[in-house]
């Protein structure tokens, strides 16, 4: 069974910093896709940013150069810088992985961008 841990959410205030990170574990066989979504009160799941098996990369319109998605050499943690954080950006962020052809989803980690 694969998991799928993460960790590095918090507070900060408008304006600022966070790394989040995604690290799995279990039998992992193929990785098609690593990638972030959020969630806030009242709103539907939304894509922040993906990384493809060939490499590419995807962002939402609203984090393209703020936030910067990334993996380690070995391939199995993902991150996601974000920068320049706004309260807009508040919400529970997913971390998701397609790993064996299925869909794997971490718990969420809360982040909150407030003064």
């Known amino acids: 069974q694969v998991q799928l841990v993460e960790s590095g959410g918090g507070l900060v205030q408008p304006g600022g910093s966070l790394r989040l990170s995604c690290a799995a574990s279990?039998?992992?066989?193929?990785?098609?896709?690593m990638g972030w979504y959020r969630q806030s009160p009242g709103k539907k799941r939304e894509l922040v940013a993906r990384i493809i098996s060939d490499g590419n990369t995807n962002y939402a319109d609203s984090v393209k150069g703020r936030f910067t998605i990334s993996r380690d050499s070995a391939g199995n943690t993902v991150y996601l810088k974000m920068n320049s954080l706004k309260p807009e950006d508040t919400a529970v962020y997913y971390c998701y992985w397609r790993i064996n052809f299925s869909d794997v989803w971490g718990q969420g980690t809360q982040v909150t961008v407030a003064s």
């Open positions: 279990g039998n992992i066989l193929s990785i098609t896709v």
